[in-house]
């Protein structure tokens, strides 16, 4: 069933406007000062002072107390930027950070921009870990400052990951739980060592595979780049690897992609070590990386213009319905989205037009809703759901139950 509720994205088109004016006043925002600053904080290359006196990180790892002191450190630069952070346990040692701010137009939808904040060497060493993924965490949190006072059509979660070292385990516990709850996920953008580049040549990498919509959001990877005339030269990868919390959102059936350093060929030489330290970043290629990690993060939530008399609103013609995941071997659900409400019948019927299943039999709100497709226990073949509105306008679309 879990898999079955995963996500309308599968089939969501997202328009990717070129020159979007809100994205570029986001790109050029950004401070590089600010995002270096953050790194030194976290990496314990600079002390900070949570209210009780100046400290030092020495280490993230989960096992140092410096976990705990960059967890209030998160929470506490949060608080500062005007949010209400939320510290989510997943287990007795581990714990996210996180922010949700609430979409105008769809706040049941969201988009994840995420990084993670625990480190590696363990045992007594150090951990600054500036790049893996200090890094991350620097964008993420210039992102959630430059974004508190932008609105978007989509909800959008900032996270901070704990225990990516240890097994994707703080990102894992959080997608699991989003897809047991049916929560409609937009896409995912992870941040993981993006500041070194040893050999100049601004090369990275996007992470995808073809699950539900991650192919889509790693073209507007490539796009918001071109648009925007980011000097990044971004490698696809597909099938992408799975060492990054992106994979925790692909194992749940949700859109994921990974923005990452040319992590192979020019593979940092610190990483995992206690000289992972800001001194080895290549500064101008951070903000580059950084820049197109946010720009497209934002262009998937699609900003509001507060400026336009206009209220972004589903449009008149939103009427869709289409069902995933298509082919099935299990049971499947289906989306119906429609601009007005209305009554609806909703069946699903065979190749012979004889209906099967009544999966809906009443009003319907406007917006998305979602409708469970009892194919596990029905033949192979392909079936048909159809919606008929009391007004006689009907939708309909086509699923593939596999042997």
Request: some cysteine; proline content about 5%.
């Amino acid at each position: 069933m879990r898999k079955a509720l995963t996500l309308l994205c599968t089939c969501l088109s997202i328009a990717v406007n070129a020159q979007d004016p809100i994205i570029q006043t986001i790109i050029d925002a950004m401070r590089i000062d600010s995002m270096i600053h953050y790194v030194e904080e976290l990496s314990g290359e600079v002390p900070i002072d949570l209210g009780t006196g100046p400290t030092t990180i020495l280490s993230r790892h989960k096992n140092n107390a410096g976990n705990t002191v960059a967890q209030d450190y998160l929470m506490h630069k949060m608080e500062q930027f005007g949010y209400a952070p939320v510290l989510e346990a997943f287990s007795a040692t581990g714990n996210n950070v996180l922010v949700t701010k609430t979409g105008t137009v769809y706040p049941n939808e969201f988009v994840i921009l995420c990084a993670h904040y625990d480190a590696m060497p363990s045992g007594l060493f150090n951990a600054p870990a500036a790049d893996d993924d200090g890094s991350g965490c620097g964008a993420l949190l210039e992102a959630a400052r430059i974004l508190r006072d932008i609105p978007f059509e989509y909800s959008v979660i900032f996270a901070f990951w704990d225990e990516e070292e240890q097994g994707l385990v703080g990102s894992a516990a959080k997608a699991q739980q989003m897809a047991a709850n049916d929560v409609l996920v937009r896409g995912a953008v992870n941040m993981d060592a993006i500041a070194y580049d040893g050999n100049g040549d601004t090369q990275a990498r996007v992470h995808s595979r073809p699950i539900a919509n991650s192919p889509e959001l790693a073209n507007i990877a490539m796009t918001v780049r071109d648009d925007y005339g980011i000097d990044i030269d971004l490698l696809l990868t597909t099938p992408g690897a799975t060492y990054s919390d992106h994979a925790s959102f692909w194992t749940a059936g949700y859109g994921a992609i990974l923005m990452i350093e040319e992590f192979g060929a020019d593979g940092n030489p610190h990483y995992h070590t206690p000289t992972d330290l800001v001194e080895y970043f290549d500064v101008p290629y951070y903000e580059k990386m950084a820049r197109l990690s946010i720009a497209t993060f934002a262009t998937i939530a699609v900003p509001v213009d507060i400026t336009s008399e206009v209220a972004s609103v589903p449009s008149a013609n939103s009427n869709t319905i289409y069902a995933y995941p298509n082919p099935t071997e299990t049971d499947a659900m289906v989306w119906l989205e429609i601009s007005s409400a209305e009554r609806y019948h909703v069946a699903l019927i065979d190749a012979l037009g004889q209906v099967v299943a009544e999966l809906h039999n009443g009003p319907i709100a406007s917006g998305k809703q979602a409708f469970k497709l009892p194919l596990a226990k029905l033949a192979a073949g392909t079936y048909s759901v159809v919606a008929t509105a009391a007004s006689g306008k009907t939708l309909n679309t086509r699923v593939v139950r596999t042997p």
